[in-house]
């Protein structure tokens, strides 16, 4: 199990909202600066246009920073799949975060499985595991039947039940549905508040551990460490009112939310180890 960030986590600062644009290398940079060993280059379609070197750069820089690279996109047109399999030999990853619907492309579930099913070959072949996430425009059972239809140990879910609050499913509903086919897990916290005049809500981002995510029993329900399954940090930040300001924020989130991680892993670690310790005994 490996601990990281998203470029959801530096969703501001990559933009051209920024003062400054950051790259993908100062990102990776900070990540590992921060304590992460894994960053997921998620909904970055501009990498798509990259040559073999700038991605083998890009791959030498990850290794040499201790940054384990994975890929995240949108759809599963079997092109689009095939390209991204591509970059993925290109960064070394093993995985590749994908949604079934796309911008252009909503698929009916055997239109999926059979997208899917046509290149898994090939992703078997090379390693590369596909981690179907659950969100809100697809049913997360919808989801969960499409990878027990396609049964590869390759093919599973990435699980981020902040996302299917929006279609009223229930997070901790999510977790248990999807547990025993999570390979990635999303972690990121949420909270609602009134709008002005008590009229409605927002839904929107929260550093973790200060609102609703119920981190310690999803972590207890899927057992990334026991599993292998990264964790990766992503935000919910909302436009701060300038560039200057969302960007410094969400550097703050960043920040407080890796220390977050980190300090559970090494407490879970010591639970680990003091039950370990008490059975032995």
Known sequence: MKLGLSTYAYFWQLSEKAPKPMSLFAAIDDSARLGATVFQICDYPQITGWSSSELARLAQHAARMGITLELGTKGVMPAHLQRYLAIAGELDCALLRTMINSPDHRPTLSEAQRSVESVLPAFENQGVAICLETYEQVPTDD?????????????????????????????????????????????????????????????????????????????????????????????????????????????????HNMKYLLDKQTSNHSSTISRESHHVC
């Not at 809500?201 to 929260?206: C, E, M, P």
């Open 143 to 255: 989801n969960i039947a499409l990878v027990k239809a396609i049964n590869s140990g390759l093919v599973g879910i990435c699980l981020d039940p902040a996302n299917c609050v929006a279609s009223l499913e229930s997070p901790m509903d999510v977790v248990a549905k999807t547990a025993p086919y999570v390979l990635n897990w999303h972690v990121k916290d949420f909270a609602f508040s009134r709008r002005d005049g008590w009229v409605g809500f927002t839904l929107a981002g929260a550093k973790l551990g200060e609102g609703l995510l119920r981190y310690d029993e999803i972590y207890q329900q899927i057992e990334p460490q026991t599993r292998g399954i990264n964790q990766i940090i992503e935000h919910w930040l909302p436009w701060q009112g300038d560039g200057e300001s969302s960007c410094r924020v969400e550097a703050e989130w960043t920040a």
